[in-house]
């Protein structure tokens, strides 16, 4: 398969979850996806800006969406609060707000005009299963695979429109495709604490700590997630949340492109498995 | 004969128990007029409330396979479609205590409420005997929070109340205080915002279920989102919750894009940051989340910026200027 | 305080470090949600009298748009302590589902109405049974409730200019329905609510009435079951406001009104001694769902909606070529039940339904402009008006009647110490029909006064006996444990099925001498089965079969003051039509109906109907 994407990294993944970045680009390459990075793209605001100057992030949002409008390509994000800021960008533009924010725009030399849509790889990846299943190398066939949905790439539901938001498939079906036994955990569409993670910090590390023991609880090798937000808070924060709520502590938390990574064949260093705070040694050592 | 199951969570004031029932499969069902076959047709025993059966009195919520829905306002072959089986687990809405199988308890609910400050509180120029003027663009900005019917679906998944209520409030407290804040007739809309900032406004955790299970669309996330906005524009940016998020619009504009390691000590102030976050900080170097080199450079030059930011900072200026 | 308190607290402490400045003390509270004493002490009642019995000022039952606006008032009097008793959580009350607006002539500049002519309009609307005095005087503070509601917080739609907006209303000569969108009484049950909450009203949920208690012909207050655990609660009270709403539940499966509608305080104070007045006066709504009655709104056949028999036939043209589907609820109620009385409906007994068909207005005028009725036609009829017509046939809709108010100023009975606000009392406005847009501004007007009524009173009244308290209560305890222990018997929920067939077949929408005979036997036979009905559950904790027992037990003896009086009322008027007396009869039944118990009987009474400047004439529109 050939397909073409604007591709919308977002901070994290460029910074601190830059194993997942690494990760997508690689399995992209694999299966033959074309990702450009859009030039300039700036923060989604993350949740964080819409809520202390709402027009400032939607502004900065449809800029993004215009950068990628003159590439003529949809968006493609592998983070789920970047795909949900931007989609409900597209979503209040189109309600009304596209000429004022045009006007805006103007002042840049950009218009937005409405025409490139916005996916998440996870989309991607369960819609296209039957072209990169085969190209499977390594199938994990031991492996017991914890998913962990997260928010933002079902709820809410007007939004984030691509499955249902009660029962979402995706991820099960990926971690099939890779050989991999998905097991399901009560914590799968619950928060991991990341967006208020120093507001509500002791709220976060329980959340962190309830995800990580619910997987080992589970038996499974480690949690799955297709959010870096989401990776990020339940592997690095998940030691102080052992020590803060004293469970959890040692589950390996994968971005769902290193997972297809390693069923795909790629190496453990070009999908960042080495950078991990919660070591996925053992995990490796099963596939 | 299609055979549908119920697994009911009961309670009897002392004792938990989930009990099964069955019975015909009917399409004209609702989960409302299901539970209400049961009662009558099979045991007098099982307690759910409802009144109005029209989806404006807020009575029936309960949880069909742990999500709140409204009763009446939700048809069987809905969620059996949904859940893909016949058999639907039926519990009570959550977050609630319980006093009876589905039946929550309100009145502490009702307590909580009070702490929005409800009840409108007229400019001056307004009188009990000639009313109010408010032109229709103002009363749609408040329209869309008065259609809470206080049927709990917004609290019932809520993250941050499942983990401690005692430091946050049940998404519909928030909607209430916002339809004060927002409205054009309000004395001072900052009276019911500075409440919700001391009943945690700045904790909740951005998991979208209140968005997701409002059976009216109202999305209470909004509302808090809206009154952070007018507290900050107010001044009040005091707190970790503020300076987070002014953290990011900071680098927005500055960089473009996200600065994460000025991220922490702009939140929690640099001497706590430095002190508190010193393991932290430790492991992202040890893991080679990021090199000392790097961290360095980032804080102490920042980004480098994106392309085209003039472009976006003259964007966000023209847009801060039109308002 | 918890962890996460302890958190934000400690690093709100260490600004200094941080060189914040301008921090306001915001946080310094945190943790203060929780259910604080939600009044003041004056408000709080409690334990008091030698025996530790709940006393209160001010009791009002029920917590719809009346009930919460009498709290307010009764609250302003200041230093008396009031409460809110109801067997839900507030808010679950038929005022919510109140759609088209409030009545009020406001007068804005350029236009023509006048208190006068909302006031014609009532009286005539009545049917000329509405006493005028109180009319003028509910015209006037129906007015002013308007604007009071809007300074409360009420979102009303707006004018361009800002004030109120205003819409028609069938049977009014002017547009002067103030409406929030389509949900006023949603907008005013919860904007009074809201109010309530912040004037610190205290509220007792789960709580049923069970009894009105006299001492002496004085109110001495209720005996109520505390729902939570069983308990049964005799509460004094000076002054106590029946605000329970209307009975349209005795048609059970054929109204529009919520559950809970089942005339529990109107059954109470007919026990405690007091008139129901015009019990036989309950309007019915041409459209509601075959199962179960819901509305299907006006805005159906005001969209162009066709009524259809099973000939496929508009059969509108029958009764009102002129305006076929768009004639007035009464007209169009009639000509339903008369095409399945003749054979042209579908289905048989409470089940029989004709059509209302959409499908010619397409797809996208039903999607967009009628998707509530849509949705409901899905709830309900498994039915989709894009594609199919809909089964619908009339269904109760609101109790004209209610408890005799004896001063309509003040909403009191003729029992000291006892008044009746909103649809579950007469006073009377609504006469023989109601008007469109009035059941919302008599529940504010008849609130409020009777908040201001009951405080007056109660600030000079002494504190009752507790004599008849601890009698009532003690024989409801035992009530408890017998009818619970019952281990056979008949099905109440049978029985209340049964009532709403005999209810519905004698004394529906056309009523004989013969049909309501046969009715008024048929409730004496019920009234008898439930007796021995048996319950099947004892728990004492939250026990809603029991609930709903007493209920049923409420509605049979309601209903057969409806019965008896319908019988008597051998003319038709408004609401009330009598196939074997057709006309409107000034002479002989120009009064209402009041009925009352005396030991196991009904008895009838009249009062003349007070009429003012408005001389009875022919309502024709």
């Given at each position: 398969m050939t397909r073409k994407y604007a591709f919308f990294p977002g901070c994290v993944l460029n910074a601190a979850a830059r194993e997942a970045r690494e990760a997508t680009e690689a399995v992209a390459a694999h299966i033959g996806l074309e990702l450009v990075e859009i030039p300039g793209w700036s923060c989604c605001g993350a949740s964080q800006i819409q809520d202390i100057e709402h027009d400032t992030a939607l502004a900065a949002n449809a800029r993004n969406l215009a950068l990628a409008e003159k590439m003529g390509l949809d968006v493609l994000t592998a983070c789920s609060t970047c795909a949900l800021m931007l989609r409900t960008a597209r979503q209040e533009l189109a309600?009304?707000?596209?000429?004022?924010?045009?006007?805006?725009?103007?002042?840049?030399?950009?218009?937005?005009?409405?025409?490139?849509?916005?996916?998440?790889?996870?989309?991607?990846?369960?819609?296209?299963?039957?072209?990169?299943?085969?190209?499977?190398?390594?199938?994990?066939?031991?492996?017991?695979?914890?998913?962990?949905?997260?928010?933002?790439?079902?709820?809410?539901?007007?939004?984030?429109?691509?499955?249902?938001?009660?029962?979402?498939?995706?991820?099960?079906?990926?971690?099939?495709?890779?050989?991999?036994?998905?097991?399901?955990?009560?914590?799968?569409?619950?928060?991991?604490?990341?967006?208020?993670?120093?507001?509500?910090?002791?709220?976060?590390?329980?959340?962190?700590?309830?995800?990580?023991?619910?997987?080992?609880?589970?038996?499974?090798?480690?949690?799955?997630?297709?959010?870096?937000?989401?990776?990020?808070?339940?592997?690095?924060?998940?030691?102080?949340?052992?020590?803060?709520?004293?469970?959890?502590?040692?589950?390996?938390?994968?971005?769902?492109?290193?997972?297809?990574?390693?069923?795909?064949?790629?190496?453990?260093?070009?999908?960042?498995?080495?950078?991990?705070?919660?070591?996925?040694?053992?995990?490796?050592?099963?596939? | 004969m299609r055979t549908i199951t119920f697994d009911i969570d009961r309670f009897d004031g002392t004792r938990s128990w989930t009990q099964s029932y069955s019975f015909e499969y009917d399409p004209a069902l609702t989960v409302l007029a299901s539970l209400i076959l049961l009662k009558e047709k099979q045991d007098p025993t099982l307690n759910f409330t409802a009144s109005c059966r029209s989806a404006i009195c807020g009575s029936c919520a309960v949880r069909v396979n742990g999500n709140a829905v409204l009763a009446c306002d939700t048809r069987l072959d809905t969620v059996l479609t949904q859940w893909q089986s016949d058999t639907l687990r039926i519990s009570p809405i959550g977050n609630f205590h319980v006093l009876s199988d589905l039946v929550v308890d309100w009145s502490e609910k009702v307590e909580r409420l009070r702490t929005a400050k409800p009840g409108l509180k007229a400019k001056a120029e307004f009188n009990a005997e000639t009313g109010c003027r408010q032109s229709p663009a103002e009363f749609a900005l408040i329209q869309k929070q008065w259609d809470c019917i206080l049927c709990g679906s917004c609290a019932s998944e809520c993250n941050k109340l499942t983990d401690n209520d005692r430091d946050f409030l049940e998404p519909f407290v928030f909607t209430h205080a916002n339809r004060y804040a927002q409205d054009s007739r309000s004395a001072d809309g900052l009276l019911h915002v500075k409440e919700m900032v001391k009943q945690g406004l700045w904790k909740c955790l951005h998991c979208m279920e209140c968005v997701t299970k409002c059976p009216k669309q109202i999305a209470p996330a909004a509302d808090i989102a809206a009154m952070r906005a007018m507290a900050f524009a107010a001044g009040n940016t005091e707190g970790k919750g503020p300076r987070h998020a002014e953290a990011f619009r900071t680098d927005l504009e500055n960089s473009g894009r996200l600065n994460e390691v000025r991220l922490v000590p702009r939140t929690e102030g640099l001497v706590d940051a430095a002190t508190g976050r010193m393991g932290f900080t430790l492991r992202m170097l040890k893991h080679g989340k990021l090199s000392t080199r790097e961290a360095v450079e980032l804080f102490v030059t920042d980004n480098k910026p994106i392309e085209g930011i003039e472009g976006l900072r003259k964007i966000i200026r023209y847009r801060r200027d039109a308002k | 305080m918890s962890e996460d308190n302890k958190d934000d607290t400690s690093s709100l402490s260490r600004r200094t470090f941080i060189g914040a400045c301008a921090a306001l003390p915001l946080a310094d509270t945190l943790g203060s949600a929780q259910a604080a004493a939600p009044a003041s002490d004056a408000a709080t009642g409690g334990p008091s009298g030698s025996?530790?019995?709940?006393?209160?000022?001010?009791?009002?039952?029920?917590?719809?748009?009346?009930?919460?606006?009498?709290?307010?008032?009764?609250?302003?009097?200041?230093?008396?302590?009031?409460?809110?008793?109801?067997?839900?959580?507030?808010?679950?009350?038929?005022?919510?589902?109140?759609?088209?607006?409030?009545?009020?002539?406001?007068?804005?500049?350029?236009q023509k109405d006048s208190l006068d002519s909302h006031a014609f309009d009532t009286v005539k609307g009545a049917d000329y049974l509405g006493d005028q005095d109180a009319i003028d005087y509910f015209v006037e503070k129906a007015s002013e409730a308007v604007r009071e509601t809007d300074f409360w917080g009420t979102p009303y739609s707006r004018a361009k200019d800002g004030r109120v907006d205003q819409r028609f209303m069938a049977g009014h000569q002017f547009p002067r329905t103030n409406y929030s969108a389509d949900k006023t009484g949603h907008a005013l049950l919860h904007s009074n609510f809201d109010y309530a909450l912040g004037s610190g009203v205290k509220f007792l949920l789960d709580y049923q009435l069970l009894d009105v208690a006299v001492d002496d012909g004085i109110c001495s207050g209720i005996v109520m079951r505390n729902l939570r655990t069983g308990e049964i609660v005799p509460v004094r009270a000076r002054a106590v406001i029946l605000a329970t709403g209307g009975y349209t539940r005795i048609f059970w499966t054929r109204t529009s009104t919520p559950y809970i509608s089942t005339g529990d305080g109107t059954a109470a104070a007919l026990r405690a001694g007091l008139p129901f007045k015009d019990p036989e006066m309950i309007q019915f709504h041409p459209t509601g769902v075959a199962h179960g009655g819901v509305l299907i709104t006006e805005a159906a056949r005001g969209e162009g909606g066709y009524l259809l028999n099973n000939k496929g036939e508009r059969f509108m043209q029958r009764y009102a070529p002129g305006k076929m589907?768009?004639?007035?609820?009464?007209?169009?109620?009639?000509?339903?039940?008369?095409?399945?009385?003749?054979?042209?409906?579908?289905?048989?007994?409470?089940?029989?339904?004709?059509?209302?068909?959409?499908?010619?207005?397409?797809?996208?005028?039903?999607?967009?402009?009628?998707?509530?009725?849509?949705?409901?036609?899905?709830?309900?009829?498994?039915?989709?008006?894009?594609?199919?017509?809909?089964?619908?046939?009339?269904?109760?809709?609101?109790?004209?009647?209610?408890?005799?108010?004896?001063?309509?100023?003040?909403?009191?009975?003729?029992?000291?110490?006892?008044?009746?606000?909103?649809?579950?009392?007469c006073e009377s406005i609504h006469g023989a029909n109601r008007l469109g847009g009035n059941s919302l501004a008599?529940?504010?007007?008849?609130?409020?006064?009777?908040?201001?009524?009951?405080?007056?009173?109660?600030?000079?009244?002494?504190?009752?006996?507790?004599?008849?308290?601890?009698?009532?209560?003690?024989?409801?305890?035992?009530?408890?444990?017998?009818?619970?222990?019952?281990?056979?018997?008949?099905?109440?929920?049978?029985?209340?099925?049964?009532?709403?067939?005999?209810?519905?077949?004698?004394?529906?929408?056309?009523?004989?001498?013969?049909?309501?005979?046969?009715?008024?036997?048929?409730?004496?036979?019920?009234?008898?089965?439930?007796?021995?009905?048996?319950?099947?559950?004892?728990?004492?904790?939250?026990?809603?079969?029991?609930?709903?027992?007493?209920?049923?037990?409420?509605?049979?003896?309601?209903?057969?003051?409806?019965?008896?009086?319908?019988?008597?009322r051998r003319e038709s008027r408004g609401a009330h039509t009598r196939v074997d007396f057709p006309q409107r009869n000034d002479k002989d039944f120009l009064h209402h109906n009041l009925v009352s118990l005396k030991g196991d009987d009904y008895v009838l009474d009249q009062r003349p109907v007070t009429i003012v400047r408005f001389k009875p004439e022919e309502r024709t529109y």
């Open positions: 309600a009304g707000r596209k000429d004022e924010v045009n006007k805006a725009l103007a002042t840049a030399d950009l218009e937005y005009k409405g025409t490139a849509d916005v996916t998440h790889i996870l989309w991607l990846l369960a819609d296209t299963v039957a072209q990169w299943g085969p190209l499977v190398k390594k199938p994990l066939k031991d492996v017991k695979v914890a998913s962990f949905h997260g928010c933002h790439t079902v709820r809410p539901p007007t939004v984030m429109t691509h499955e249902s938001h009660l029962n979402p498939q995706s991820m099960e079906t990926i971690i099939t495709a890779c050989g991999a036994t998905p097991v399901h955990i009560p914590e799968r569409l619950k928060c991991c604490g990341f967006h208020a993670v120093f507001p509500a910090e002791q709220t976060a590390l329980r959340l962190t700590a309830n995800a990580a023991d619910d997987a080992k609880k589970g038996g499974a090798d480690c949690l799955l997630t297709p959010c870096p937000l989401c990776q990020m808070q339940l592997d690095m924060y998940q030691p102080d949340a052992q020590a803060a709520v004293g469970k959890g502590g040692d589950t390996p938390v994968l971005h769902l492109t290193q997972l297809v990574g390693l069923a795909l064949g790629i190496g453990r260093e070009k999908l960042g498995l080495t950078r991990h705070i919660i070591s996925p040694e053992s995990l490796l050592a099963k596939c | - | 025996s530790g019995m709940m006393s209160f000022d001010v009791l009002i039952v029920g917590s719809g748009g009346s009930g919460l606006r009498a709290a307010v008032y009764a609250m302003r009097a200041g230093n008396l302590s009031v409460a809110v008793v109801s067997k839900t959580m507030p808010t679950r009350a038929a005022t919510c589902m109140a759609e088209g607006g409030i009545n009020g002539v406001i007068n804005y500049p350029g589907e768009l004639a007035p609820r009464d007209i169009t109620a009639r000509a339903i039940e008369t095409e399945i009385a003749e054979g042209r409906g579908f289905g048989e007994g409470m089940t029989a339904y004709v059509l209302i068909d959409l499908r010619h207005l397409g797809r996208e005028k039903i999607i967009e402009r009628l998707p509530q009725i849509r949705h409901v036609g899905l709830l309900f009829e498994n039915v989709d008006l894009v594609d199919q017509p809909l089964p619908i046939r009339s269904t109760a809709h609101y109790s004209m009647g209610g408890i005799d108010v004896r001063d309509f100023r003040t909403m009191a009975t003729a029992m000291p110490g006892l008044f009746a606000a909103g649809e579950c009392g008599a529940a504010m007007v008849t609130g409020k006064e009777a908040g201001i009524g009951a405080a007056a009173y109660a600030a000079k009244a002494s504190m009752p006996g507790e004599g008849a308290l601890l009698r009532i209560a003690e024989q409801w305890r035992e009530r408890f444990r017998e009818a619970t222990g019952r281990a056979s018997g008949p099905s109440f929920v049978e029985i209340r099925d049964r009532m709403a067939q005999v209810l519905w077949d004698g004394m529906g929408i056309y009523r004989t001498e013969k049909g309501l005979t046969a009715a008024s036997d048929a409730l004496r036979d019920l009234q008898k089965e439930y007796h021995v009905a048996k319950i099947g559950n004892a728990s004492l904790v939250y026990n809603t079969a029991f609930t709903h027992y007493v209920e049923v037990g409420n509605m049979l003896s309601l209903a057969r003051c409806a019965v008896l009086s319908a019988l008597n």
